[in-house]
């Protein structure tokens, strides 16, 4: 089965974008970021050190306080307590994809990524333990399947696939409740801050198994959006999503709240959805053109950041209904974080790089 993260698809979308992920990884391994041993489990294989981590391809970014955190490819992620100045290597107990970051405070974070990895880390990123991996997800869902006869056939196809499936977004509300979903349908959740996590693709109406790519919580519930632009819903106090009445077609990488409260979805074919009445309507723009839009965020002074395939950043000063390019060299993005004092972290497949938003004043 093929394995997915949401930079390959959004990034991949065409042939140049595929183009420069796969220089960018012969670059990284010409310039010292060893493959791993032929045999190694990614898995139960530790990352291996790399003078030259924060060049490689880099998919996830996040704030731990005033730290910031990334993540990529062979299990780095690498740590900046001087706002992206410098960076250094964490200790991570497996070498597959990480494709998202999320922590809950300064100290405590988890991490996904491919072969249904999840860590988490209790000090701020410096170090990092399993909690759950793709062959204990199998025997997760082998119980499941136990107790949930209309789910066998689904489980059972899962099974014989294999247990490479990747987790694409996380999100915890609190240090203790934990969503995490992905590939095919992959979900599984956590009431005890991840020393258990338990299946939840029962609780989500999913029957053709879509893709599965961001989480995003609000007042009035969590949402979540995938392939195709399926769209979910849980509301407060419920245990199940309910589906939503999607109006588009095109998948959805990203999810976010405008600071006038409205929903914003995005993804492939660069449609900008906004919906101010929990998406039961829309209206639609395309702040990149077709390009898909790849990445997402909110400031903490509420302007809003996104982030095409083509390697633009847009910045909005208007709650989204207008955006303008940033004047900066073209930098594919995966991720970004807010990287305080006015700066933007973004990473990508050319590794991280820091956005002044005070020096690179949008066009106008």
Known sequence: MQKLSKMKLGLAATAAGLALLLGAVLRAQALGAAP?????DPMQSAAKPSRLAARSVLVAAARAGSRLVVAGERGHVLLSDDQGRSWRQARVPVSVTLTTLRFVDAQLGWAVGHSGVILHSSDGGESWVKQLDGRQALDLLGRLAEVEPALRERIERQRQDGPDKPFLALHFSDARRGLAVGAYGLAFETLDGGAHWQPAIQAIPN???RHLYVLHERADGLYLAGEQGQM???????????ALDSPFQSTVFELL???????????LG?????SADQGRSWTSSEPAGKAALTAALRLQQGELVLASEAGQLLLSRDAGRSFQPLAQPPFPTAGLADGGDGQLLAVGPLGAQLISLNSSAAKR
């Open 36 to 40: 791993a041993a032929a045999g190694d």
């Open 207 to 209: 029957p053709d198994e």
């Open 232 to 242: 979910w819903r849980r509301a407060p106090g419920e245990a199940r999503f309910a």
């Open 257 to 267: 709240s405008g600071p006038d409260g409205a929903l914003l979805a995005m993804g």
């Open 270 to 274: 660069g449609k900008l959805h906004r």
